[in-house]
């Protein structure tokens, strides 16, 4: 924010303060720059497509930017299945309307949803006021990723909250993700993407925003929910999926810590060359859906599909220096093992491939960009041009 536009704020503030006798609580929002919502501001109910069923051809291109509602609707002319929420019954829309006010309030004034996942009253109240300066340009009012300022100009396209789906986890396969994983991409952002990373602020303000993040995504996913389960006639009890969803979330915090990564030695030891060796033959077997086979030509030729969300994913592309959800081993063990859900990744349990299996993967992906921590082999086998 611009010193212009805090020094506008702050005189504007103190004329209204001299000039009539505000209610405390305004009054002590003055020294800040950030304006909160506009207290009758609603959530608008959905308008946007359902995505309900996946066209079963892989798509040609990826998605453009500012296209992604006519890129959706296009989804049924390839096979896939949408539906318009404004096609649904209007009894079904507007009783799951009332639950989701009655439950989950207003922009400025969000209800207490759950007490043990700190969702409550006053933690979302300063969410969402945070959440309104940075991150509704690109996520949007409702989380819907379509911000009309920035969302609409970047392909990926920002996080649709509301399928409660979540790429960068280290709960478990298809798991909701841990507090700390929304604190991670918050914090760090997602390199290559316009994901920015907001380490400058306080770390209690990016736990309030990961709480305000989990709200619309629980908000979001219950309007989804209800409305498919409307386009399909089936019945539908958003309190009780609301507290099934919640203990989803508490799960995610509580599963088992992810394991610590081995001593391969320094980059240039044999152990780690020979971890890196090991990697590289299982990343690129011969079997059905190994890596190699999504992520081809090591992710210079990636394989794409569609996710969850009707959109295009690509497969990372290992020759650049760039992961998403981060370079260090144990973010990488964790897409590894439990896969990335949504996009259709698959996860590799125990029964697949064993901790020391994982880990050789992790060492051969993480050292692609980096020609000297490649044995010879393996270098030649990735650049075979570099020579
Ligand atoms: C300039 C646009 C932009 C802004 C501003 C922005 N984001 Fe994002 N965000 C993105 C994009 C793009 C993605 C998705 C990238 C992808 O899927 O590859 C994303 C994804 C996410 C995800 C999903 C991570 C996952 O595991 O799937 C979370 C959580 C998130 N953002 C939180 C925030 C929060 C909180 C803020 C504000 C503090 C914020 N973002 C601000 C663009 C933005
Ligand atoms: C069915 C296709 C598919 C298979 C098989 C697959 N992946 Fe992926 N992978 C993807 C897609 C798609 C993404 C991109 C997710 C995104 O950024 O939207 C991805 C992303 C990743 C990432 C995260 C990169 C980041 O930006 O943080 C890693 C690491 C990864 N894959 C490793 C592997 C390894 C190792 C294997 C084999 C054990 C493998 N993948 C198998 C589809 C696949």
Known sequence: MSGHRVLQNQSRCFLLVTLVTLPVPIITGCGSPVVHY????????????????????????????????????????????????????????????????????????????????????????EGARLYKTKCFDCHNLTGDGRGAKAGQFVVPFPRDYRQGAFKFVTSGEGMKPRRSDLLRTIHHGLPGTAMPAFSLLEPGERDLLAGYVMFLSLR??????????????????PAERLSTLLREWEHADAAPPLPTPPDDGDYDSPRFHEAVRRGYRLFTAKTENSCISCHEDFGRKPVLRYDVWGTVAKPANFTETTLKGGKEPQDVYARIRFGIAPVGMPAHPPTQYTDREVWDLVRFVTSIPYPVRLPPDVHDAIYPNAK
């Open 220 to 237: 979001g996913q219950i309007e989804f929910e209800g409305l498919h389960a409307a386009a399909e006639g089936r019945p539908f009890q």
């Open 38 to 125: 506009p207290a009758q501001l609603v959530f608008p109910p959905r308008a946007d497509r359902l995505v309900l069923q996946l066209p079963t051809q892989a798509p040609l291109k990826e998605n453009t930017a500012g296209r992604l509602d006519e890129e959706i609707a296009a989804l049924d002319s390839l096979g896939g299945r949408t539906v318009e929420p404004q096609s649904l019954a209007e009894a079904d829309r507007d009783a799951l309307n009332q639950f989701l006010t009655a439950t989950f309030g207003t922009p400025a004034a969000p209800q207490t949803i759950s007490e043990s996942l700190k969702l409550t009253r006053d933690h979302l109240r």
